[in-house]
């Protein structure tokens, strides 16, 4: 094991039983053996070390994500992702709770990068007629949800007796803003829009030049609302 290694066990190790964002660099060289111009050099100062951590602690839990297949529903899709969002917090709370933490002043990869898995979800939602708000709305909605349900649960569990509770709340919020499969009914050219912008950014159309398309993307996105 390197010096980056043994540097992330460690500090993982006394993350585990400390508030988040409460361990010492000094507490973290000496747990790992290292000299504190080692950990600095690798990871600049504590916010670096931290950030760091949390995308280690999330690795597994976006690579599982990115080899996800796509299901031929994408709302369900969906629903499937929140639930394993809600999953992967409730198991590694000391790993979630940090990587959200005001405290955390270098943010780390993985809020970007699950932001980014998230959107693509809602652009084949579009694509497929369901969604019902732009795309990068929805983003929005949906990942500030599912991450205030995860921290409110993991900080205030006695407020949050009810192991229904993140269902109710995903289906409350994910229902609100998609549409069931089929034909489109009364749902009016901002949804008819947004299709047709998603569907033109997955699959650009041959007969338009980059002018045309990017043209008529502004023209649909305007129309859609965003």
């Not at 297949?69 to 499937?80: I, Q, T």
């Not at 809020?111 to 990068?136: K, Q």
């Not at 983003?139 to 995860?150: D, H, K, L, P, Y």
């Amino acid at each position: 094991m390197d010096a980056r290694e043994k540097i992330l066990e460690a500090a993982a190790e006394l993350l585990a039983t400390a508030p988040a964002a409460e361990v010492s660099t000094r507490a973290v060289c000496e747990a790992a053996g290292v000299g504190a111009p080692m950990l600095y050099r690798l990871f600049g100062d504590k916010a670096g070390l931290l950030a760091a951590v949390v995308d280690r602690g999330f690795e597994q839990y976006l690579a599982s994500k990115r080899a996800a297949r796509p299901g031929e529903d994408p709302v369900a899709d969906l629903k499937s992702g929140w639930d394993n969002h809600m999953r992967f917090a409730l198991e590694h709370p000391h790993h979630y709770r940090l990587m959200y933490s005001p405290e955390l002043t270098v943010p780390p990869a993985a809020v970007s990068e699950a932001h980014a898995l998230l959107h693509a979800i809602l652009e084949r939602c579009a694509a497929a007629g369901r969604l019902t708000v732009p795309p990068v709305l929805a983003t929005q909605i949906i990942m500030s949800a599912n991450v205030g349900a995860s921290l409110s649960m993991l900080t205030r569990p006695e407020q949050y007796p009810d192991p229904g509770f993140s269902a109710r709340l995903r289906d409350a919020v994910i229902d609100s803003l998609t549409r069931p499969a089929g034909p489109a009914q009364g749902d009016g050219v901002p949804v008819a829009a947004a299709t047709l912008a998603a569907r033109l950014r997955a699959e650009p159309h041959e007969s338009f030049t980059p002018a045309e398309s990017g043209l008529l993307q502004q023209w649909l996105e305007t129309l859609a609302g965003n």
